[in-house]
């Protein structure tokens, strides 16, 4: 079992920028993927960001350039530094772990809005 917090949320003006934390329970970067997806409301959930365990990256189209995925090994603990934000960008925020022989684990989500 693998739990994952998440925290940094909140509201944001546009062209702002946050930073979202997810720590996990235990040390699991080695072998799973770590991802972020947002859901917003009406629409389905999607992958924003994920790294993995071997350091490559990959980002959704629209947030190319303006978020960044990291790890810290150290404290079990994955970012998504988010800058120039975006009203559209407003959704709860998901941090995800997956391995194919691990299993796949959500946290409980964090609100992002950004709102003039």
């Known amino acids: 079992q693998v739990q994952l917090v998440e925290s940094g949320g909140g509201l944001v003006q546009p062209g702002g920028s946050l930073r979202l934390s997810c720590a996990a329970s235990?040390?699991?970067?080695?072998?799973?993927?770590m991802g972020w997806y947002r859901q917003a409301p009406g629409k389905v959930r999607e992958l924003v960001a994920d790294?993995?365990?071997?350091?490559?990256?990959n980002y959704a189209d629209s947030v190319k350039g303006r978020f960044t995925i990291s790890r810290d090994n150290a404290k079990n603990t994955v970012y998504l530094q988010m800058n120039s934000l975006k009203p559209e960008d407003t959704a709860v925020y998901y941090c995800?772990?997956?391995?194919?022989?691990?299993?796949?684990?959500w946290g409980q989500g964090t609100q992002v809005t950004v709102s003039s």
């Open positions: 995800n772990a997956y391995s194919p022989t691990g299993g796949r684990y």
């Open positions: 235990r040390t699991i970067f080695s072998i799973y993927t």
């Open positions: 790294l993995t365990s071997g350091g490559y990256t």
